[in-house]
């Protein structure tokens, strides 16, 4: 908490394309696409007014981090992509990133936020594991079911 950052929730456009620009980096730094584009999610949030939010970490005004998080139920929220990228920051600012998606998740009234999937096409990132136990979050299988086409 003590590298000066700023949270907000993304706005306009400008601040969307931002912030969903930090997490695409972060994925292509670990050579993984994301599963959707922006325009998507713009076409979603239009469906789902109020429902679909991203929260973006600032420092020195440029976008750090960022968190897309789904309210699925009135008290689940699901963040479903996040990351940092693009900073040379002394410490990673996930743990604080985390810090406040859960913040806003309980301003809410939630009661769960499941902060997403820890696997990629089946195999498991222990980094990852860990890093959600480390900020306090408990693990649960979910099964894939594939068929062959």
Known sequence: MDLG???????HEAEWADGFGVVEK???ERGVTLKYSLAYLHRLRALFPGQIRLLLL???NSTVAAALVYRVLPHVHYVAAWGDAGHQLPYSPMNYLAHQVVSK???EGAH???LGLSSLDGVVNEGLVQFKR???ASTAVRMDMLRDL
Do not use: K, S
């Open 58 to 60: 600032r420092h020195d």
């Open 134 to 136: 480390n900020i306090g």
């Open 112 to 114: 769960v936020v499941d």
């Open 105 to 107: 998740a309980l301003e």
């Open 26 to 28: 972060n994925r292509a």
């Open 5 to 11: 950052l700023q949270a907000a929730v993304a706005e």
